[in-house]
């Protein structure tokens, strides 16, 4: 006679959990992006990083127009330098990634947030990288400053 082991409620719950991730979408993978970005933020904070990124799709700036070969581009954003979006889990029913969410959806009317920037860093956290020093600074919204390239228009 076989004998079932009954699956204890963690492991029930973490199966569930897989179960409900929906697949990463250019939707999803744009806020996931936003929210490791500009997680602790502001609703401002959120939506500069989403126009950022918006903005780099359509200048095609170290990037091929896509949302995925914009923000997986190998050094462009900092959640993927070491860690792919497969590697973050993340559900998108948290308020948090919600806002990340509305935000990337709000840029995509082209309103004009942080001036046109295709750059932008955290000097909390990270010394000033060598193209802060050549590139010219357009918004300053929480803890990230927000910078055009040189020979680039502010659009």
Do not use: C
């Not at 939506?47 to 949302?67: C, E, F, P, W």
């Amino acid at each position: 006679m076989l004998v079932q082991k009954k699956p204890n409620l963690q492991s029930v719950v973490a199966q569930s959990l897989l179960d409900t991730v929906s697949p990463l979408t250019d939707d999803r993978l744009a806020a996931l992006t936003i929210y490791l970005e500009a997680r602790g933020e502001s609703f401002a904070g959120k939506l500069a990083v989403a126009a950022v990124i918006r903005n780099r799709m359509h200048a095609k700036y170290q990037s091929d127009g896509t949302v995925k070969g914009t923000v997986l581009k190998r050094l462009q954003f900092q959640p993927w330098n070491h860690a792919t979006p497969e590697d973050v889990r993340h559900r998108i029913s948290e308020s948090r990634m919600q806002d990340s969410l509305l935000a990337w959806r709000m840029v995509q009317d082209g309103r004009k947030i942080v001036q046109g920037a295709l750059l932008f860093y955290n000097p909390r956290l990270v010394e000033t990288p060598r193209w802060a020093m050549v590139s010219h600074k357009v918004a300053s919204i929480g803890g990230h400053e927000f910078f055009v390239p040189p020979g680039r228009l502010q659009v």
